[in-house]
C-alpha cells in the first residue's frame, strides 16, 4: 500500500514544515532567517529522492491508481521544490526589511510547494482537489502579508473570493464528472468516457473542470484577479504566485486533460482553442497600457499562460506522436517559463530596493547608477519576449513547433498567427521597460537604494544561468520534457 | 588540420568575437584602453580565421567545406549543422572584416554616452550573430543567429543613436529619433521572423510526409525541394511567402523598408555601418540559402512579384534620395536601391542573376559602409548632417573629401569600381531570365532598372556637388578642422582597396560564387 520511497519526497517536505515551525519558536527574532535556510535544505533534501526514484525508472502506483509516481510526477516535483526554493531565497531579505512574521511565511509558502508536489502525483478527482486547495489555501494569507497595506488586503481578499469560486466551479465539475461515469481514478474515467460521451452532463462538468483551471491559471476572462493580487501581495510571493500556484494549474490541468479526459478531446480541445487565443491577445494588450512593472508581470504571465495553452488547443485534432508533441510543448514551455519569470520577478524585487519605486519611468537611466541590474533586467525581459538566445525563445519554438503539429490544419495554423502576432505585439511592453532602464537619463540625484542582500544575488544567479544556458543549449531543459512526454499517451 | 576543416574553422570564426565579449565583460569599466585592445584581437583573430578558411578553401568545388554536424537539441531533432561554400564564403569574410574595421574606427570616435566597455560587447556579440547566419546549414541554427543580431541593434541605436527630437502623428511631446527608430527596427524585423519561423516549422513537419525522416537540416530541405514531390500547392505558396516576409523585411524591399531610413539615419556610425554593410544581407543571403533551393517551383511563382517590388525600389530609392536634405538619410535610401538590384539579380534565377546578386552585396556592402563610416566622420567635424549648411568639403578636408568622391563614384556603379557587377550584370540577367518566365515583365524591369541607374548617379553627383564642391559656406570659413586621422584612414584604406580590387578583378568573388550558384541553379531550377 505505502511506497515510502515513492513518497519520501512529501515525507521530507512534511518533516521540513515542522521543523520551520520549530525553529521559529526557538531562534531569536533576528535569526529568524534560519527558518527560512531550514527551509531550503528542506526542499533541496526532498529533491534527493526523485533523483534516487528517477535512477530506479518505472512507474510507481498507489491506492488504487490515484496516486502515481512516474517521470512526468518527478520532473513536475523537481520544478516545483527548484522554484520553491528560489522563492525562498528571493524572501529572506524582503521579509527582514519589511519586519512580517518570518517564520510563519516560510511554512505557509512551503505548505503551497506541497500542496502542488501532491498535485504532480495525484491521478484521482479527489486527491487532485486536495492538492490544488493545499496550493490555493496558504497563497491567500501570502497575498495579504504586507497587512498594514490596503493594497496587499485588496489582494488577498480578490484573490480569496476568487480562489474559492474557483474552486466551487472545479467542485461541481468534477462532481458532474463522477455523477455521469461513476468513477473518480483519471484511468477508469478515461475507460468509462465512451459511453457518457454524448451526455450533457459529462460535456459541462468537463467545461467546468476547465474554468476551474482557468481561474488558477489566470485564463482570460478568468484572469481579473491576478494582477491586483500580484500588485498588491509582498513581490516574492507574487513571483510564487506566477510561477508555482500557475504551474500546479498547468500540471493539474495538464494531466486531468490528457489522461481523465482523453476521450474528451474534441470537447477541451476547441475550448482551449479559444481560451489559448483570447489569453495570450487580451493579457498582451492590456500589459501594453501599464505604468506599473508588477501590474505588467502579472498581465505578461496572464499571457504566458495563454501560450502554454496553444499546444493544449490543437489535441482534438492531433494523434500518436504529435499529440505527445502537443504535450511536451506545454510542460517544456513551463519549464522554461518557470526559470524567466522568477528570474524577472528578483530582477524587480532587487530593482525596486534599488530604485525604491515600482514605476517604470522612475527606473530611468537604471543602466547608468547600477548597470549589473539593468542587464539582469534585459536578460529576463527579453528572455520573456522570446529573443534567441536567451531561453525564452525555446518556449516559443516548442509552442509553435506544438502547434503546427499538422500544417494542412487550418486551424492550427491560424493560432500559430495569432501566437506570432502576440509574440511581436510582446516585444513592445517589454522593450518599454528596457528603455526606460537604458535609454532614458538618470535622475539627479540618483536615487540612494540598498545593496543587493546575497540570498537574493544567489537567486538572480542561479536564474540567470538557466535562462542564458538553455537558451545556448535547450537540450538542458527539453530533457526533462521529454522524459515526461510519455503521459500524454497513457 | 584536420580539427580545422572539422568545423573547428568555422566556429572560431563564429565564436571568437563570443569569447572576446565575454572577456571584455570581465575588464573593469575604467581600463578603456585594455578593453579596446581585447575587442580589437578577438576580431582580428576572427578576421584572420576566416582569411585561413578562404585560402584553404577548395574553389573547385560546389558543396559544402569546413562543415560540422553535430547533435545540439535532439528533442526538436535539430543539429549544430555548419559549413560554407561559394555564396557563403565572400559573406563571412565580408562580415569579419568589417567589423574589424568598425572596431580599428571606434578607437577615437565615440558616440554619447560614451561607454566603450558597452557598446564593444554588443559589437562582438552582433559579429557573432553575423557571421552564424552565413555559416549555420540548420533552420534553427539560422534561427538563432539571424536573431541574434536584433538585440544588440537594438541596444546600439537606442542608446548611442541621434538625440535630436522628431515629431510622431498621435503623440503630443516629441521623441528622440533614437527611441522611435530602434523600436522599429525591432518591432519590423520581429514580425517578419516571427513568420519566417512559421515557415520553417511547416517545412520541417512536410518534409517528413515522404517517409523520410523530418529535418530543419537545410542540405537536406534543399535535395527534397529540388526533387519537386514534398513541398507543392498552396502549402508552397503559403510557406514560401512566410519566409519571404522574414528575409523582404530584412533586405529590405518596398513596401517593407520603412525601418531602414529611421535606424540608419538614427544608428551611431558603427552601427550604421554594420546594418548596411552585413545585417541586410542576412535577408537577400536567406532567400538564396533558404527560400530558392528548398522552394524552386514557389520561387519562379513569386519571381515576377519579386522583380516588380525590386525595381519599385530601385525607382523608389532613388526618388527618395533626391528628396533628402540629410546625408545619413539620403546613404540609408541608397541601399533601398541597391538592395532592389540584388533582389532583381536573385529574381531572375538564373547563374549570372545569382552571382550578380552575391557580386552586388559583397560591393555594397563595402561602399556604403565606407559612405557611412564617411557620413559620420562628417557630422563628428561640422555637427550637422544638413547638406544645405555643408559646401566646399573638399578644400576644408582634402583627404576624407576625396574618399567621398571615390566611394560615391563607386556608389553610382562607375565601371571598374567594386559597384558597377552587382549592377549590370543583375540588368543583364533580367534579359534573360529562367525558362518559363514573364519575358515582358522582366524586361521591362530591367528598362526601368537602367533609368535607376542614372537616377542613381544623379543622386550621388547631387550630394557630391553640395557636401564636397563648390564654395566654403560663411559659417565654417573661419573654423580649423582636422583631416581624417590614423584610426579613420585605417577604416577606410581597406575599403577603397577593397572597391578597387573587386572592381578590377571581379573574379575575387566569381571565383568563390560560380560553381556554388551553378550548382544551386542547376539542381532547383534544371539548369
Known amino acids: ?490 | 588540420m584536420g580539427w580545422f576543416e572539422n568545423g573547428w574553422g568555422l566556429s572560431l570564426i563564429v565564436f571568437l568575437p563570443l569569447v572576446g565579449a565575454a572577456v571584455v565583460l570581465a575588464v573593469p569599466r575604467a581600463r578603456e584602453t585594455a578593453i579596446k585592445a581585447i575587442a580589437l584581437g578577438f576580431a582580428a583573430a576572427s578576421f584572420v580565421v576566416s582569411v585561413i578558411v578562404t585560402v584553404a578553401f577548395d574553389f573547385g568545388r560546389a558543396g559544402y567545406q569546413f562543415g560540422a554536424d553535430t547533435s545540439w537539441i535532439p528533442a526538436i531533432d535539430s543539429r549544430f549543422h555548419i559549413g560554407v561554400d561559394g555564396i557563403s564564403l565572400p559573406l563571412v569574410v565580408l562580415s569579419t572584416f568589417i567589423t574589424l574595421l568598425c572596431v580599428i574606427y571606434s578607437w577615437n570616435h565615440w558616440p554619447e554616452p560614451h561607454n566603450p566597455k558597452a557598446f564593444l560587447v554588443l559589437m562582438l556579440v552582433l559579429a557573432t550573430g553575423m557571421a552564424g547566419t552565413f555559416v549555420a546549414l540548420d533552420l534553427v541554427l539560422f534561427f538563432i543567429f539571424f536573431e541574434l543580431v536584433l538585440l544588440p541593434m537594438y541596444f546600439m541605436i537606442g542608446i548611442w543613436g541621434d538625440r535630436n527630437p522628431m515629431r510622431l502623428p498621435g503623440f503630443k511631446r516629441p521623441v528622440e529619433t533614437r527611441l522611435y527608430a530602434a523600436i522599429k527596427f525591432f518591432l519590423f524585423t520581429l514580425f517578419g521572423s516571427a513568420f519566417m519561423l512559421l515557415g520553417f516549422l511547416a517545412l520541417y513537419f512536410r518534409s517528413g510526409n515522404g517517409g523520410l525522416p523530418r529535418t530543419f537540416d537545410i542540405e537536406a530541405l534543399s535535395a527534397r525541394g529540388a526533387e519537386g514531390q514534398l513541398f507543392t500547392g498552396t502549402f508552397a505558396f503559403w510557406v514560401f511567402f512566410a519566409l519571404f516576409l522574414g528575409f523582404a523585411v530584412k533586405v529590405p524591399m518596398w513596401p517593407l523598408h520603412t525601418w531602414l531610413p529611421d535606424a540608419h539615419t538614427a544608428a551611431p556610425t558603427v552601427g550604421s555601418v554594420l546594418l548596411a554593410a552585413i545585417l541586410l544581407k542576412l535577408g537577400s543571403y536567406g532567400f538564396i540559402r533558404i527560400a530558392l533551393p528548398i522552394l524552386p517551383e514557389e520561387a519562379k511563382a513569386w519571381a515576377p512579384v519579386i522583380a516588380i517590388l525590386a525595381v519599385i525600389a530601385i525607382i523608389y530609392g532613388s526618388l527618395a534620395c533626391l528628396a533628402q536634405t540629410d546625408m545619413k538619410r539620403l546613404i540609408a535610401f541608397s541601399s533601398v536601391g541597391h538592395m532592389g538590384f540584388v533582389m532583381l539579380g536573385i529574381s531572375t534565377l538564373t547563374e549570372v542573376g545569382i552571382n550578380a546578386a552575391i557580386v552586388g552585396m559583397v560591393a555594397h556592402g563595402i561602399i556604403t559602409g565606407l559612405l557611412f563610416f564617411l557620413a559620420g566622420s562628417i557630422q563628428h567635424r561640422y555637427h550637422t548632417r544638413e547638406m544645405a549648411r555643408l559646401g566646399g568639403n573638399q578644400k576644408i578636408l582634402p583627404r576624407l573629401g576625396g574618399i567621398l568622391g571615390f566611394a560615391a563614384m563607386a556608389s553610382l556603379g562607375l565601371p571598374g569600381l567594386a559597384g558597377f557587377w552587382g549592377e549590370f550584370m543583375a540588368l543583364l540577367a533580367s534579359y534573360n531570365p529562367f525558362a518559363g518566365a514573364n519575358l515582358a515583365l522582366f524586361r521591362s524591369a530591367m528598362v526601368i532598372g537602367a533609368v535607376g541607374t542614372v537616377l542613381t548617379a544623379g543622386y550621388l553627383l547631387w550630394m557630391l556637388q553640395r557636401v564636397n564642391l563648390g564654395e566654403i559656406p560663411e559659417e565654417w570659413r573661419e573654423k580649423s578642422f582636422r583631416d581624417a586621422d590614423g584610426y579613420e584612414l585605417g577604416a577606410w584604406v581597406p575599403l577603397v582597396l577593397a572597391t578597387l580590387a573587386v572592381g578590377v578583378y571581379p573574379a575575387i568573388v566569381f571565383g568563390a560564387t560560380n560553381d556554388s550558384v551553378m550548382a544551386l541553379v542547376a539542381r532547383a531550377f534544371g539548369g
Open chain 1, 1 to 490: 500500500m505505502f511506497d515510502y520511497h515513492a513518497l519520501l519526497p512529501e515525507f521530507i517536505l512534511g518533516a521540513t514544515l515542522l521543523v520551520v515551525l520549530g525553529v521559529d519558536l526557538l531562534v531569536a527574532p533576528r535569526r529568524r532567517w534560519l527558518a527560512g535556510a531550514a527551509g531550503i535544505v528542506g526542499l533541496l533534501a526532498a529533491g534527493v529522492p526523485l533523483l534516487t526514484l528517477a535512477g530506479v525508472g518505472g512507474k510507481r502506483e498507489m491506492f488504487a491508481g490515484s496516486y502515481v509516481v512516474d517521470d512526468f510526477a518527478l520532473v513536475v516535483k523537481g520544478l516545483f521544490l527548484v522554484a520553491g526554493a528560489i522563492v525562498l531565497l528571493a524572501s529572506v531579505s524582503y521579509l527582514r526589511r519589511d519586519r512580517y512574521y518570518e517564520g510563519e511565511y516560510y511554512f505557509l509558502i512551503l505548505a503551497s510547494i506541497a500542496g502542488a508536489v501532491v498535485m504532480a502525483s495525484a491521478r484521482d478527482l479527489i486527491t487532485m482537489f486536495i492538492g490544488l486547495e493545499l496550493v490555493s489555501a496558504p497563497a491567500f494569507l501570502l497575498a495579504g502579508w504586507r497587512k498594514g497595506d490596503l493594497r496587499s488586503n485588496e489582494a488577498s481578499l480578490k484573490f480569496f473570493l476568487i480562489g474559492v469560486l474557483s474552486s466551487a466551479v472545479l467542485l461541481f465539475g468534477m462532481s458532474l464528472v463522477y455523477g455521469t461515469t461513476g468513477e473518480s481514478t483519471f484511468t477508469r474515467i478515461a475507460g468509462a468516457t465512451a459511453a457518457v460521451s454524448g451526455e450533457s452532463a459529462f460535456v459541462l462538468g468537463v467545461l467546468f473542470t476547465l474554468v476551474g483551471f482557468g481561474f488558477k491559471i489566470a485564463a482570460v476572462p478568468f484572469h481579473f484577479w491576478a494582477p491586483d493580487t500580484y500588485q498588491g501581495a509582498p513581490l516574492p510571493v507574487a513571483a510564487y504566485l506566477s510561477v508555482g500556484s500557475k504551474g500546479a494549474g498547468v500540471v493539474g490541468l495538464l494531466t486531468i486533460c490528457y489522461s481523465a479526459f482523453a476521450g474528451a478531446r474534441d470537447v477541451w480541445g476547441p475550448a482551449l482553442w479559444v481560451l489559448a487565443a483570447l489569453t495570450m491577445t487580451v493579457g498582451n494588450l492590456t500589459a501594453l497600457r501599464q505604468s506599473n512593472v508588477v501590474r505588467l508581470l502579472g498581465y505578461s504571465s496572464v499571457a504566458h499562460a495563454g501560450f502554454i495553452l496553444v499546444p493544449f488547443a490543437m489535441a482534438a485534432a492531433f494523434e500518436g506522436a504529435a499529440l505527445e508533441d502537443a504535450f511536451f510543448g506545454s510542460l517544456t514551455y513551463l519549464l522554461v517559463y518557470a526559470f524567466m519569470n522568477l528570474g524577472a520577478f528578483a530582477a524587480v524585487i532587487a530593482i525596486a530596493e534599488r530604485t525604491g519605486s515600482r514605476e517604470i519611468d522612475d527606473w530611468a537611466g537604471l543602466a547608468r547608477y547600477s548597470p549589473a541590474l539593468a542587464t539582469l533586467l534585459g536578460v529576463f525581459f527579453f528572455s520573456l519576449a522570446g529573443i534567441p538566445p536567451l531561453a525564452g525563445w525555446f518556449a516559443k519554438f516548442v509552442m509553435f513547433k506544438a502547434v503546427l503539429g499538422d500544417p494542412g490544419n487550418a486551424w492550427g495554423v491560424a493560432l500559430a498567427v495569432i501566437a506570432a502576432v502576440n509574440a511581436v505585439i510582446a516585444l513592445f511592453f517589454y522593450a518599454r521597460v528596457l528603455k526606460s532602464a537604458f535609454m532614458d537619463p538618470a535622475p539627479e540625484p540618483v536615487p540612494e537604494g540598498v545593496s543587493l542582500s546575497r540570498p537574493l544575488a544567489a537567486a538572480l544567479v542561479i536564474t540567470l544561468a538557466v535562462t542564458l544556458a538553455a537558451g545556448v543549449y535547450p537540450q538542458l531543459l527539453a530533457f526533462f520534457g521529454e522524459a515526461a512526454r510519455g503521459l500524454a499517451l497513457p
